[in-house]
């Protein structure tokens, strides 16, 4: 699948009707296991980046280049469309074009970009919002930056955790103004909260969670969000495997008796052996 079917393929799940949760993916082979396993959307998170590409906290400590790297190993790996979480664009309103145009070339069916003030600011502990105003420029940029329409530009806002839900709504409402594909929103609590923002605004809605009493698929769904994220537990999980299997073996465990580990059948099949064979034989004249 090209990039652009991908793209198309996201599209249609924001102007359906229903709720889908994506699969969190980091690396080539998370984003085929979620493929496999059937979800429709794959999702990498910044923190679940940042963690693949560097091992630190999300503290917008790797760079645009090495994100761009990783969105392009990702996609290549299969035909799940991957939505990325861009952070700010990496810098002004000019960077953030830049962002679009390295993720579009990349392969990505979508990106963020949001109004956080990041990196963090000096001497500040509690996070922060830039201005309206500076919002809309990146959200203008993010359009202008890319060549493929169908690419999905989605504006994201954490105000409702950081200033108030007015603020949150006369921001959705400034990015939908400016062109922006869908809405993203992190910090959201309550149904009223999410009520006010569907009754002012039109695009579809991305919730950066929906837990409590936002937790009700037909709720949502009522009120247009279409994408629902649950976290980032894979790479969680994967964390918690590597390091039993590491301390097992260090610890005097043989190979053949360590628990967890994948069957030939599985790990083929994430390896695509079968496509792999078949390429041999057609290109090296392999038999096996």
Known sequence: MVPQEKREAFRAILSGKDVIKPGSVYDPISARIAEDVGFELGLLGGSAASLTIIGDPDLLLITLSELAEQVRRICRAGNIPVLVDADHGYGNALNVRRTVQELEAAGAAGLTIED???????????????????????????????????????????????????????????????????????????????????????????????????????????????????????????????????RALRDGVAPKDLKGLPSAELTNRVMRSAEMKIRNENFLGLKN
């Open 116 to 246: 956080t003030l990041l990196p963090q600011a000096y001497g500040q502990a509690k996070p922060q919002v830039i201005p309206i105003d500076e919002g809309v420029g990146k959200m203008k940029a993010a359009l202008d930056g890319r060549s493929d329409l169908s690419l999905v530009i989605v504006g994201r806002t954490g105000a409702a955790s950081i200033t108030n839900i007015d603020d949150t709504v006369a921001r959705a409402r400034a990015y939908e103004a400016a062109g922006v594909d869908a809405l993203f929103f992190t910090g959201l609590k309550t149904r009223a909260e999410l009520q006010a923002i569907a009754a002012a605004t039109k695009l579809p809605i991305i919730m950066g969670s929906a837990d409590g009493e936002l937790a009700d698929m037909a709720f949502l769904a009522s009120q247009r969000v279409r994408v629902a994220n649950q976290g980032h537990q894979p790479i969680a999980a994967a964390i918690q495997a590597v390091y039993e299997t590491q």
